[in-house]
T-cell receptor, first 115, second 114 residues
């Protein structure tokens, strides 16, 4: 089925470890983004990309890196995990951004726990 | 700066009664406003959106919302709640100044009692 696929669904890390959350979409969407969801805070934008080779920071980018080498993939890297990064992470994509007629398609989420 | 405030963290209604989820926004520019729904352990799904056309917006599953500029509000309503409406609802704002920066409210959890 077409959509946004996130892996892994669950991950437990120790403080200081690094890892990558994978996000792939097969809808040929130019825009992709990463959010984190914390209780009582809604979703906050970490990084986004408007096309291959183009990335930009969102509201809470510190501690995270992204790259966009292909249209389909937008991995999120945690370089040195901290307990404050315990959260549920969502990847989303759309054809042309978030304004106008564009609609975001969300992945099912990745739950990360940092001990 | 733009922001969204959802006035209730939790709303509980009985099946068949009306639903009202409240959202106020602040924005220095003409906003686009959205409501998303998240069912347990799922990603988010768009319910409806306002993008400067008609102020009363109809969405999926019988939901609608009215944009009121004078009150800076975008409340979500449904005439009759169904058990399947139980979920978390997020009000979202973007402005055309930064067209790719969506700001989410903290969410309202809707409980529907039989």
């Amino acid at each position: 089925n077409a959509g946004v696929t996130q892996t892994p669904k669950f991950q437990v890390l120790k403080t200081g470890q690094s890892m990558t959350l994978q996000c792939a979409q097969d809808m040929n969407h130019e825009y992709m983004s990463w959010y984190r969801q914390d209780p009582g805070m809604g979703l906050r934008l970490i990084h986004y990309s408007v096309g291959a080779g183009i990335t930009d920071q969102g509201e809470v980018p510190n501690g995270y890196n992204v790259s966009r080498s292909t249209t389909e993939d937008f991995p999120l890297r945690l370089l040195s995990a901290a307990p404050s990064q315990t959260s549920v992470y969502f990847c989303a994509s759309s054809y042309g951004g978030v304004g106008g007629a564009n609609v975001l398609t969300f992945g099912a989420g990745s739950r990360l726990t940092v001990l | 700066a733009q922001s969204v405030t959802q006035l209730d963290s939790h709303v509980s209604v009985s099946e068949g009664t009306p639903v009202l989820l409240r959202c106020n926004y602040s924005s220095s520019y003409s906003p686009s406003l959205f409501w998303y729904v998240q069912h347990p352990n799922k990603g988010l799904q768009l319910l409806l959106k306002y993008t400067s056309a008609a102020t009363l917006v109809k969405g999926i599953n019988g939901f609608e919302a009215e944009f009121k500029k004078s009150e800076t509000s975008f409340h979500l309503t449904k005439p009759s709640a169904h058990m399947s409406d139980a979920a978390e609802y997020f009000c979202v704002v973007i402005t055309y100044r930064n067209n790719n920066d969506m700001r989410f409210g903290a969410g309202t959890r809707l409980t529907v009692k039989p």
